[in-house]
Structure formats: C-alpha cells, structure tokens
C-alpha cells in the first residue's frame, strides 16, 4: 500500500496549525482528557531499552514529545516542524523548562529535513505523519537521517473496528470533537479537519507496509485505548 500525495496539502496544514498554535496544547488536553499526554509516554518507552543518544522528532508542533523523550536522557533532541507560529509556543515552554541545551526546536519540513544521513539514532513523530502532504516521502526521508539499526517511532490515531467503541468513537470524532474545536479554537476548519484527515488516513497492517516501503524492517504497531490510537516502531534497515 502507498498513500497518495496530497500537492498543496502542506501551505493549508501550516496555515491552520499557525492558526490555532495558541490554543494547540489546552484543546489536545481538553478534547482528549489528557489522553494524549499517556500515549505520548507510551511511544517514549519504546526506545527505553536503546537509549538513544541522538533523537529527531519530526513535525514536533509545541515539542510535548520533545519534552517527554528528555526521560531517556538523551544528549541532543532536535524538533522540526513547519509552523513558526507552533514551534514558537514550544520554545517558550523549552526555555521555561531550562532544557535548551538539550532540545532545539527549528523550522523545518519532513519531507526534506536538513540534516546528513544517518545523524540520528531514533526519529519520532506524534499525530504528524497524518498531515504530510507526501507521506512516502517523509517516511523515506526519516530513515535517509537514522543510523542503520535506528528506531523509528511513530504516534498516530487509528480507526476502532469493534462495536461499540467504533460508533462511539465516530460520534465524537464527527460530531462532538468538530463542534468542540470550533468554539474553542476560532477555526472553523480545524477540527473537522482531524476527523477527516484520520478518516482518510492507512492504519495498522496498511501503515506498516507504508514503513517496510520507505525502508523499515521489524515493523510493529501497539494498539491503544481500543484502536483509537497506535505506535508503530520500526528499525531502519
Ligand atoms: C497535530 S500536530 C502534532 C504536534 C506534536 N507532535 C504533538 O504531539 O502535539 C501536527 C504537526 O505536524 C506539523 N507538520 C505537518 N506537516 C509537516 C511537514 N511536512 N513537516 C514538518 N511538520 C509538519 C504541523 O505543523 C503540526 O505542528
């Protein structure tokens, strides 16, 4: 399976990412009950047992998955993304932390990230691959700046299948979390985008073939909250 690119894709995400960065971090708390903050921790445990050392995490909006990897006490972490405005919230909450000497947060775009080959030992991304315009693209150039034998770990909602968290989970999605978002945020696209986006998007087994493509082996995926979420984890070949 491949996913599609999507051209023009990329102005409009940034667009609408700079245009709710401010309020980003309490609507991911609200709309999810905190949910978010656990599954980030989840993905950071999968690299508990490497330690890496040098850590990329791709499409880091305000950098929480930044901030959670500092548990594995690595000695550099480098957040790209390509909303200024998102990267802005996440250098204010860097700064007040003191761990700038650790993370660095820098514009930059997944699909031609500016770094040499193989500088990294493990590259994360969390609810960003969804948004990539060119989904094989940014994939390949995620394995073009691991290490062989580099761990990839990626965050990203799923589809529930089983009745009746699936119909549940769809009437929230479709219609709670929109309206919600809508209110709370000022853009009127924003949350009926995630709905659609994840709608549209491979999950599970299709997700790890889009993996194994872009040069991943030993490609796995842990469900979360009843397949609402997953963490996909694979090893740069
Ligand atoms: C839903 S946010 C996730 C932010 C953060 N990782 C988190 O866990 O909260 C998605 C982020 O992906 C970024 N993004 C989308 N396409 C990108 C690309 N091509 N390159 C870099 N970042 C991208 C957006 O700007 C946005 O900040």
Known sequence: MT????????????????GIARRYDFLNGFLSLGTDRRWRRKAVRQLEKTRPARIIDIATGTGDLALELLRLRPSRIVGVDISARMLEIGKQKIV???VQEVITLQEGDSEQLDFADMSFDAATVAFGVRNFE??????????????????????????????????????YFNRVLPFLGRVISGNPHAYSYLPRSVGEFPYGDGFLEIMRHAGFSDTKYISLSFGIAAIYTGIRN
């Open 96 to 98: 007040k932390a003191g």
């Open 134 to 171: 060119n989904v094989n693209k940014g994939l390949s150039e995620m394995a073009r700046v691991l290490k062989p034998g580099g761990q990839a770990v990626i965050l990203e909602f799923a589809q529930p299948e089983r009745f009746p968290v699936r119909q549940l989970y769809n009437f």
């Open 3 to 18: 996913a599609t690119a999507q051209p023009g894709k990329k102005k409009q995400v940034r667009d609408m990412f700079d």
